[in-house]
T-cell receptor, first 114, second 113 residues
Framework: NAGVTQTPKFQVLKTGQSMTLQCAQD?????MYWYRQDPGMGLRLIYY???????DKGEVPNGYNVSRLNKREFSLRLESAAPSQTSVYFC?????????????FGEGSRLTVL | GNSVTQMEGPVTLSEEAFLTINCTYT??????LFWYVQYPGEGLQLLLK?????DKGSNKGFEATYRKETTSFHLEKGSVQVSDSAVYFC????????????FGTGTRLQVTL
């Protein structure tokens, strides 16, 4: 029962480097999300994909890009990392388009930008 | 806009103590309300939810009642255990939208023997 799988779990980058966080879900969910978690700020939505082939900006999209590769996979790319992007990143998925609010989360990816 | 305000932590309790974590919200209409829990080193998982006024969500001994008149959704448990130590997040989904949750900042609970 894998659920939502994120890779890598830990990454250290230098300012200006690029990287991609990978996310895959095996629950046949339509919607997928990327959040960042920062101390004292809770979780903030970066981007989401309501269905395969669509993506939309969330609350804090600047400095990020996403790709919904297929129904299972949703990647988050940092083109030129900045120290302000040091955070824990969570991928999540949900199975309905209605307001049930039940998201299934991955274990998180801890990113440090020096 | 929509927002969720939680009491600041950490909350430290002895085992078997009564727990209350306060949560109030700002939203138009009748949002759906949720409590998520994050155990150390893990992602968030849904603890309970309520979708209309006066509903009570419950799970694993935790309860929360949707109070429209006070715009609150406080989390309670009668007797906490060490295994309840985690970070608890209150969240809402505005009425009529897809599952784009707005989270509170989280409240860390530490339960000691």
């Amino acid at each position: 029962n894998a659920g939502v799988t994120q890779t890598p779990k830990f990454q250290v980058l230098k300012t200006g480097q690029s990287m991609t966080l990978q996310c895959a879900q095996d629950m046949n969910h339509n919607s997928m999300y990327w959040y960042r978690q920062d101390p004292g700020m809770g979780l903030r939505l970066i981007y989401y994909s309501a269905s395969e082939g669509t993506t939309d900006k969330g609350e804090v999209p600047n400095g990020y890009n996403v790709s919904r590769l297929n129904k299972r996979e949703f990647s988050l790319r940092l083109e030129s990392a900045a120290p302000s992007q040091t955070s824990v990143y969570f991928c999540a998925s949900s199975g309905t388009s209605g307001p049930t609010g039940e998201l299934f989360f991955g274990e998180g990816s801890r990113l440090t930008v020096l | 806009g929509n927002s969720v305000t939680q009491m600041e932590g950490p909350v430290t309790l002895s085992e078997e103590a009564f727990l209350t974590i306060n949560c109030t919200y700002t939203a138009t209409g009748y949002p759906s309300l949720f409590w998520y829990v994050q155990y150390p080193g893990e992602g968030l998982q849904l603890l309970l939810k309520a979708t209309k006024a006066d509903d009570k969500g419950s799970n694993k001994g935790f309860e929360a009642t949707y109070r429209k008149e006070t715009t609150s959704f406080h989390l309670e448990k009668g007797s906490v255990q060490v295994s309840d130590s985690a970070v608890y997040f209150c969240a809402l989904v505005p009425a009529g939208t897809a599952s784009k949750l707005t989270f509170g900042t989280g409240t860390r609970l530490q339960v000691t023997l």
